[in-house]
């Protein structure tokens, strides 16, 4: 197996990935397996999340996929006492499972007269179950899993909660003010969480990805021809290093260290951005 980018030796742990049938998600289960870890991958997708375990399997690792709905709590109890039955308690829970829905999306950066009566989905258009869908995934979707799993970790030292923030909780991206606000509500619980387990053994941390270029999203990001996008070039003149990170080596580099217990044994309650400057930068 490859050798991960950072000094992290999770041999022994069992760790918890959801969303993990994702993008990013099957990056950092990798990546944990890589370390050492036993990785449980939850997605609703049990198919995808099937396809990234035997990959970690094929490589030499330790991986075993399972269907879980991050909404439903009476599911993500009983998927965790499924893995506490194949793999061990749990040691590592990385909440990944999150994202965005048009039905929760402005067509337009800024409201103009006369767009509630135009054809376009303005602020006064957006669909409730929308908003509550987009909310409940990420920050329900965060929080029942917790529940789940953190009862297996208390009072057992050196146990970790990674949650998935976004540059959006320090300053909410235009058009989408569900994923904005639930975001925000991620970090602001990983700061509770934090302090709530402090006594038991139980470090809570979070990253915020800043903007990374990956398949999923490289039709908004890229012309057919390979040239960017116009939302590219906001993006690149948002962010002073002036470029996409590299989601597989600056975002599993975050995650290893935040799970060393060596290196970030007193680190708890931060959210990382990792995001070229994005958060630091003005625009002036």
């Known amino acids: 197996m490859e050798k991960n980018v950072i000094n992290t030796d999770l041999s022994g742990k069992t760790a918890v990935v959801t969303g993990a049938g994702g993008v990013l998600c099957s990056y950092f289960a990798k990546v944990l397996a890589r370390a050492g870890a036993k990785v449980a991958l939850l997605d609703l997708n049990e198919e995808a999340a099937q396809k990234f ?34 793999l061990g308690p749990c ?15 402005t067509d337009k ?24 869908f987009v ?19 208390v009072g057992r030292e050196g146990c970790n909660i990674l949650n998935i923030s976004s540059m959006n909780a320090y300053t909410p991206l235009t058009k989408i003010p569900a994923y904005s606000g639930a975001k925000a509500a991620v970090s602001n619980f990983t700061q509770w969480l934090a302090v709530h387990f402090s006594k038991v053994g139980i470090r809570v941390n979070a990253i915020a990805p800043g903007f990374f270029a990956t ?3 490289a ?14 070039g906001k993006i690149l003149a948002a962010t002073p290093m002036g470029r996409f990170g590299d989601s597989e080596k600056e975002l599993c580099g975050a995650v290893l260290f935040l799970l060393n217990n060596d290196a970030a044994s007193f680190i708890t309650g931060v959210t990382l951005p990792i995001d070229g400057g994005f958060s630091a930068y003005s625009g002036v």
């Open 53 to 86: 375990a035997d990959e970690i399997v094929a490589e030499g690792g330790v991986a075993k996929a399972y269907k879980c709905n991050v909404l439903d709590k009476d599911n993500c109890y009983a998927v965790a006492e499924a893995v506490c039955n194949d």
């Open 91 to 105: 040691d590592i829970l990385l909440n990944g499972a999150g994202g965005n829905n048009p039905r929760a999306t």
């Open 109 to 132: 950066e800024y409201f103009e007269n006369g767009d509630i009566e135009a054809d376009t989905k303005s602020f006064f258009d957006l669909d409730k179950s929308g908003v509550e």
């Open 135 to 153: 909310f409940n995934l990420n920050f329900v979707g965060t929080l029942l899993p917790t529940q789940a799993f953190a009862r297996q970790m």
């Open 215 to 217: 398949k999923q999203n």
């Open 219 to 232: 039709a908004l990001l890229f012309n057919p021809d390979g040239t960017p996008t116009a939302r590219t």
